[in-house]
C-alpha cells in the first residue's frame, strides 16, 4: 500500500500561513467579542466615605475637584500588614521634613486597602490617627479591585496638583520622589497640563539577571519584548510602581483605563502616548522585596494575554480612548 506523501514545502508554508492568519481573526474576534464596553465606574455605596481620625465618616473628594494639595501619594495595599509599615515610616518621614524647609508643600497620602483579609486598613489607620485625616486617608474597597482597579480608586479622591503612583513594599526610595519631579519639569510645557514621569529600574536590570533563575529571565525578556511588540516602544521599564501624573494626565488616563491587574501599567502608558502626553522615564533606586504578590509563571501569562488584547481591542475598536464617569 503506497504511503501518502508530505506536502511540498511551498504548499506546506502557505497552509501553515493560512492556519496562522485564520487564528489571529480568531483571536481578534474573541478579544473583541469579550472586550467590556466603557461603563461607567461604579463606587460601592462604603467607599463613597472615608474613616477620618476621630472615627467620623467623611465623603471622598473627586479628581474632578479642583487641587487643594501639592502632592497626592495613592498607596495600592493588598494584605500589606507586614510592609506597609516600613514604607508608611520612610514616605511620611520624607513629606515631614520637605513641609518644614517649605512650609508652602502640602501632601496627602492615600492608603487603598484592595479587599485585604489582613489588618492592612487597621495598620494604616494608624498612620491616619498620628498624623490627621488630611494628611492620611485610608480607602477600604469592599472587595479586591486588583492593582490598577486600587491605584484608580485613590487617584480618582485625590486632591493633588501632583499623583504619585508608589507601592506598599517600599521598594523605591521614597526620596527618589525628586528625581521624577525633576523629569516632570524637564517636560514642560505640558500640552493641556498633562505629563508623565516614570520611575525606571532598566539601569538594574544587568544585576537583577544575575540574581534570578534562566526561567524568570527568560519571562521577563519575553514579556519586555511583548510590550515593546505590541503596546509600548519607548518606555524601557513599564511596571516600575512610582509614577508621578500631573492631576489632568491622572483624570485623562485613569478615566480611560480598562485593565485593573498587574499589566494596567502598560495599558496607562499605551494611552497616554497615543494622546501625546509627553512621558519622561527616570532611574530610581530599588530593591527587591520580599513578599510580592506576583505568582512568576501564571501572572506573567496574565499579562501576556492582557497585553494582546490591549493591542487588539484598540485595533479593532472595542475599546476607543473615551473617558469613563465615576458614580
Not at 79 to 105: C, I, V, W
Not at 115 to 124: F, I, R
Not at 226 to 236: A, G, H, Q, S
Request: hydrophobic content about 40%; charged content about 25%; glycine content about 4%.
Amino acid at each position: 500500500r503506497a504511503m501518502a506523501l508530505p506536502l511540498p514545502l511551498p504548499e506546506a508554508a502557505a497552509v501553515l500561513a493560512a492556519v496562522a492568519a485564520l487564528l489571529l481573526v480568531l483571536i481578534c474576534v474573541i478579544a473583541h467579542v469579550t472586550a467590556r464596553k466603557m461603563q461607567t465606574l461604579h463606587r460601592h455605596e462604603k467607599e463613597k466615605f472615608f474613616i477620618n481620625a476621630e472615627g467620623r465618616k467623611e465623603s471622598v473628594p473627586s479628581i474632578r475637584d479642583p487641587p487643594t494639595k501639592e502632592l497626592s501619594v495613592v498607596v495600592p495595599s493588598y494584605n500589606e500588614e507586614e510592609r506597609l509599615p516600613l514604607m508608611m515610616d520612610e514616605a511620611l518621614d520624607y513629606l515631614e521634613k520637605r513641609q518644614k524647609r517649605d512650609p508652602s508643600f502640602t501632601y496627602e497620602v492615600i492608603v487603598v486597602d484592595d479587599g485585604s483579609k489582613d489588618q492592612t486598613t487597621k495598620v494604616a489607620m494608624k498612620y491616619c490617627k498620628k498624623y490627621g485625616s488630611d494628611k492620611v486617608r485610608v480607602l477600604s474597597l469592599v472587595k479586591n479591585r486588583g492593582k490598577g482597579g486600587a491605584v484608580r480608586m485613590g487617584v480618582f479622591s485625590s486632591r493633588g496638583k501632583k499623583i504619585l503612583m508608589a507601592d506598599a513594599d517600599g521598594a523605591t526610595k521614597f526620596a527618589d520622589i525628586e528625581k521624577v519631579e525633576e523629569g516632570l519639569k524637564n517636560l514642560q510645557p505640558w500640552p493641556n497640563q498633562m505629563a508623565i514621569s516614570c520611575g525606571s529600574r532598566a539601569h538594574l536590570e544587568k544585576d537583577s539577571i544575575a540574581k534570578r533563575s534562566y526561567f524568570r529571565t527568560l519571562l521577563m525578556y519575553g514579556f519586555h519584548f511583548l510590550v515593546w511588540f505590541l503596546c509600548v516602544k519607548e518606555i524601557r521599564d513599564t511596571q516600575c510602581g512610582f509614577k508621578l501624573l500631573t492631576r489632568e494626565a491622572a483624570s485623562r488616563t485613569f478615566s480611560t483605563l480598562h485593565i485593573e491587574r498587574w499589566a494596567f501599567d502598560v495599558e496607562l502608558l499605551y494611552i497616554a502616548q497615543h494622546l501625546r502626553i509627553p512621558i519622561a522615564e527616570v532611574a530610581v533606586n530599588w530593591t527587591e522585596i520580599e513578599g510580592s504578590k506576583l505568582v512568576p509563571f501564571w501572572s506573567w501569562l496574565q499579562m501576556g494575554r492582557d497585553l494582546l488584547f490591549i493591542r487588539l481591542r484598540y485595533m479593532t475598536g472595542a475599546w476607543q480612548l473615551e473617558t469613563r464617569k465615576c458614580n
